[in-house]
């Protein structure tokens, strides 16, 4: 039969190991598909904040270059006085050397027509009056504007650069027009990116407005996604956020200067987790021949445990004893050296409760007269507001105490103390608590018990201890101070502070007597 209990033994010991090292294998797998998981997103959001960061700038240098060639028309068309032959021919010059443009025109002063490149030429002599005109007559100044939709319904943004005569007089502005769907730079520029998956970018303004996407139906169409804003209150940077159409999306952003435009770089969070998903499956797969290893290990030394455990429970039998502590005997040990251990364990156990039994008494009794100690009271205290339970609190001094040690000596002082707390301790009930605080200090807290009672109970222990015989001195009197919680104050110690008060104010008033808090 021992033999039997033994071999159960070293089963547990192996299903114990086995269950450990296969709890501690799935943590580290899973510990790992986390982090490498943190690590692929937080990886993901930095290449596509880097990559919307690099857009941006180029982006801002195809504006710069776009501004560029329009400042270098306006000078030269400036230095002529406006000369219309050299408008037309820096019109020409422009659209055959530059990709940058889709249309060209120049105006006046006045808003006029002057020039017009070939697919715009019916605007020729006509004064316009869109808001982009306005804007470049009044502010005379290089100007980009808004998307807008033009008389066709493409989606254009209008550069425009004023045109200054030698003596700074202002002769009016050159134009040009990018459409946001067909301008085959800007295309190139902006979609034409390293990914090589599911990952895409689009260009939107402060007013939400598509500037580029993917989709060209999208292009100038309204994003109502409430996360742009924030995205422009950032400035640039990486998140996780959600899109218009409910996706998850791991995005970088970076905001165009000057413009005010956003170049957002995303790529769906499952498309990007896929891949790393089927590689942590292979780990687990490959994973396998080693966990079996592991398994005939964990077999192995589960055979050399049991051995010495073994050797230990016969030792135990040397500590056997016929008394025992019922917790322990609760206690199933259904097999052979756990009742071994059981055994001993009791003998010790014992000893040790015993002690400490009486450790704790130590520390929550004054050691002079057996009462309740500081400690005891703190620990009565926080049981009594725990349970919202009321007490009255009754703070007692002996009157002129110092004077029974000056004159008698410390014995007879430490008898009187003795001799009090006896007769404190014997008058309180059963729910009562008497503490010693120190000195000639007491305490008594009386719970569930009025301002009146509390009173009553004091004027009666007073007039016992002025009416008792001690040792020596015969006769002595105490001042008491009552205080009731909550009832005059919220916390412990306010109300202790407001008993010490009436305390005082007792001894003020002539001593031997009690004063209690209105």
């Known amino acids: 039969m021992p033999s039997l209990v033994r071999s159960n033994l070293q089963l547990l010991i192996i299903v114990l190991a086995f269950f450990s090292a296969l709890i501690s294998m799935v943590n580290l797998f899973f510990t790992g598909y986390h982090v490498q998981k943190k690590a692929l997103i937080e990886h993901s959001l930095d290449t596509h904040e880097a990559y919307a960061t690099k857009l941006a700038s180029v982006a801002h240098l195809f504006l710069l270059r776009a501004q560029s060639e329009l400042y270098y028309c306006a000078k030269k068309i400036g230095?002529?006085?406006?000369?219309?032959?050299?408008?037309?021919?820096?019109?020409?010059?422009?659209?055959?050397?530059?990709?940058?443009?889709?249309?060209?025109?120049i105006a006046n002063s006045q808003g006029q027509v002057?020039?017009?490149?070939?697919?715009?030429?019916?605007?020729?002599?006509?004064?316009?009056?869109?808001?982009?005109?306005?804007?470049?007559?009044?502010?005379?100044?290089?100007?980009i504007t808004a998307p807008y939709h033009?008389?066709?319904?493409?989606?254009?943004?209008?550069?425009?650069?004023?045109?200054?005569?030698?003596?700074q007089d202002y002769l009016g502005f050159i134009s040009a027009a990018i459409y946001l769907k067909e301008n085959e730079l800007l295309h190139e520029i902006l979609g034409e990116h390293f990914h090589q998956d599911d990952s895409y970018t689009y260009v939107i303004n402060r007013q939400?407005?598509?500037?580029?996407?993917?989709?060209?139906?999208?292009?100038?169409?309204?994003a109502p996604n409430s996360a742009i804003d924030q995205l422009f209150e950032k400035g640039s940077g990486s998140e996780i956020f959600t899109n218009e159409e409910g996706v998850e999306m791991l995005g970088g952003f970076a905001v165009i200067p000057d413009v005010d435009w956003l170049v957002v770089s995303q790529r769906p969070v499952k498309s990007t987790l896929q891949v790393h998903e089927g590689l942590m499956l292979k780990?687990?797969?490959?994973?396998?021949?080693?966990?079996?290893?592991?398994?005939?290990?964990?077999?192995?030394?589960?055979?050399?445990?049991?051995?010495?455990?073994?050797?230990?429970?016969?030792?135990?039998?040397?500590?056997?004893?016929?008394?025992?502590l019922q917790q322990v005997q609760k206690i199933n040990t259904w097999?052979?050296?756990?009742?071994?251990?059981?055994?001993?364990?009791?003998?010790?156990?014992?000893?040790?409760?015993?002690?400490?039994?009486?450790?704790?008494?130590?520390?929550?009794?004054?050691?002079?007269?057996?009462?309740n100690n500081r400690r005891a009271l703190d620990s009565i205290l926080a049981n009594l507001?725990?349970?919202?339970?009321?007490?009255?609190?009754?703070?007692?001094?002996?009157?002129?105490?110092?004077?029974?040690?000056?004159?008698?000596?410390?014995?007879?002082?430490?008898?009187?103390?003795?001799?009090?707390?006896?007769?404190?301790?014997?008058?309180?009930?059963?729910?009562?608590?008497?503490?010693?605080?120190?000195?000639?200090?007491?305490?008594?807290l009386l719970p569930k018990c009025s301002v009146p009672d509390a009173?009553?109970?004091?004027?009666?222990?007073?007039?016992?201890?002025?009416q008792h015989s001690f040792p020596t001195i015969e006769h002595l009197t105490i001042s008491c101070g009552i205080a009731v919680w909550p009832l005059h104050a919220n916390t412990t110690e306010a109300v202790f502070k407001l008993a010490d008060q009436m305390l005082y104010q007792a001894k003020q008033n002539g001593r031997n007597q009690v004063q209690a808090a209105t």
């Open 150 to 167: 033009s008389a066709l319904d493409n989606p254009i943004i209008m550069i425009s650069e004023p045109i200054f005569s030698p003596t």
């Open 79 to 105: 230095e002529t006085d406006f000369n219309t032959i050299t408008q037309n021919e820096e019109l020409e010059r422009l659209m055959s050397q530059s990709r940058t443009f889709d249309t060209l025109f």
């Open 455 to 466: 009173k009553f109970f004091a004027e009666r222990l007073r007039l016992i201890i002025s």
């Open 385 to 444: 507001t725990k349970s919202q339970t009321p007490f009255a609190i009754l703070a007692i001094d002996i009157d002129h105490f110092k004077k029974v040690n000056d004159t008698h000596g410390h014995l007879v002082g430490d008898e009187v103390l003795k001799d009090l707390a006896t007769i404190l301790a014997s008058n309180i009930r059963s729910d009562d608590h008497c503490i010693r605080l120190g000195g000639e200090e007491f305490v008594i």
């Open 208 to 222: 939400k407005r598509l500037l580029y996407h993917p989709n060209p139906d999208l292009v100038g169409q309204l």
């Open 335 to 371: 097999y052979f050296e756990a009742n071994e251990l059981k055994k001993a364990f009791l003998t010790g156990l014992q000893s040790v409760h015993k002690q400490v039994g009486q450790l704790k008494l130590d520390t929550r009794t004054d050691m002079l007269t057996g009462l």
């Open 283 to 324: 780990v687990f797969i490959k994973s396998i021949p080693i966990t079996v290893v592991m398994l005939l290990i964990i077999w192995f030394l589960a055979k050399l445990v049991t051995n010495p455990l073994r050797q230990l429970a016969q030792q135990a039998r040397k500590m056997r004893q016929t008394e025992t």
């Open 114 to 143: 002057t020039a017009a490149s070939e697919k715009i030429s019916a605007l020729l002599n006509l004064t316009l009056e869109s808001s982009g005109i306005h804007a470049s007559l009044h502010l005379k100044a290089p100007f």
